[in-house]
């Protein structure tokens, strides 16, 4: 155990470190102020784009273009608040303390999965806590799915600040890597929170018998995500304009910030939640574009569940506790194997101490 040891503290070291050079990048901008300039030249003297300082300072699109700032009732803490938010002045910082945040949470949840201390109650707890904490306190945009859809906006205009866009998706990624979607499993507040439901004992045996097989699952994934690309190369939905994209009218994060417009964000956060309660993680499964990348990113995790052929039994438990087909892929040696959320339910189950949450021998 204690090579495993070594290894989680060395990996938390590593991202700390880059925790540490990101906050170097975080020192503030001076931000250009006249009131005699026009809402044009202000945004050029501040590197922004015209119409997002526009749209920051809640002002008119058919505003005069010579008008200045002045006349247009604007004050310079405004512009200052407006360019830093375009900009990302804050962001960064913003970004930074949340991801410490996740990695402060998945180095407990790695560490009680290695040496096999995770129960029931403390997964309960620990999913409410991911919940109440990550989701209801910092908000709906610093998640695993939004910051890989803000790098694909950022890569065609649609979304600024790509620079800090890309060290946030970076450290996610770097998150999953290391324990198995430990980040989707434990730290994602959506996930956390259709973990929780499908946790409650309601008709157990049914979802026990009742599972989507992955394929299908996969392929919705897979569909979804390609049309997501195609519509931001060729704009078929006519979302540019807009500065949006598909993912947009079905973020359940909206859920965190009492955010249910438009229509179809309240009707999909509801139908998703039900489905939890019946089936495993329908969001992750279906539609999430970070759980189907992270998915790809399993192949070469540090920690993951591993098997002790010479110990085990056959016996299944582990299989049977799966809440999806994870567990299923990985006794059976499949190439490809379903999602696994490090949930830790398999070895809550194995009685022979033949499963193990681990690096490779």
């Excluded at 002045?89 to 999965?113: E, N």
């Amino acid at each position: 155990m204690r090579t495993h040891s070594k290894s989680i503290v060395w990996i938390i070291s590593f991202v700390l470190i880059l925790f540490s050079h990101t906050l170097l990048l975080a020192a503030e901008k001076e931000v250009f102020f006249h009131p005699q300039t026009t809402l044009k030249e202000l945004a050029r003297r501040n590197n922004v784009k015209a119409g997002h300082l526009r749209e920051e300072l809640n002002l008119s699109s058919h505003i005069r273009g010579r008008a200045t700032v002045s006349e247009l009732g604007v004050t310079k803490e405004q512009v200052s608040n407006a360019v830093g938010h375009i900009r990302g002045d804050t962001l960064i910082r913003d970004i930074t303390i949340a991801q410490l945040l996740f990695v402060i949470i998945i180095s407990f949840i790695i560490f009680l999965l290695v040496y096999k201390k995770m129960s029931h109650l403390l997964k309960f707890l620990l999913l409410i806590g991911s919940i109440i904490v990550i989701g209801f306190g910092l908000g709906k945009s610093l998640n695993p799915m939004t910051a890989l859809v803000k790098v694909f906006k950022g890569l065609v205009g649609l979304e600024g600040n790509l620079d800090i866009r890309l060290i946030a998706l970076f450290v996610f990624s770097l998150l999953a890597i290391i324990g198995t979607k430990a980040v989707c499993g434990w730290a994602c507040p959506y996930g956390a929170l259709q973990e929780f439901l499908h946790k409650l004992p309601l008709v157990s045996q049914w979802k026990k018998r009742n599972k989507i097989p992955f394929w299908i699952t996969n392929a919705v994934r897979i569909g979804l995500f390609l049309f997501f690309l195609y519509d931001l190369s060729f704009d078929l939905m006519h979302l540019k304009g807009l500065g949006r994209v598909i993912y947009h009218y079905i973020n359940p994060f909206n859920l965190f910030e009492w955010h249910f417009i438009p229509m179809s964000v309240g009707i999909y956060i509801s139908t998703t939640l039900i489905l939890s309660c019946f089936f495993y993680r329908p969001h992750c499964h279906f539609v999430c574009p970070f759980g189907l990348y992270s998915w790809i990113l399993e192949r070469i995790s540090l920690f993951r569940i591993r098997i002790n052929r010479e110990q085990c039994t056959d016996c299944k438990a582990c299989v049977k506790a799966c809440p999806g087909f994870a567990m299923k892929g990985i006794y059976e040696r499949a190439t490809m194997s379903p999602d696994c959320f490090s949930c830790g339910e398999c070895l809550m189950a194995c009685k022979f101490d033949a499963l193990s949450y681990s690096k490779k021998r």
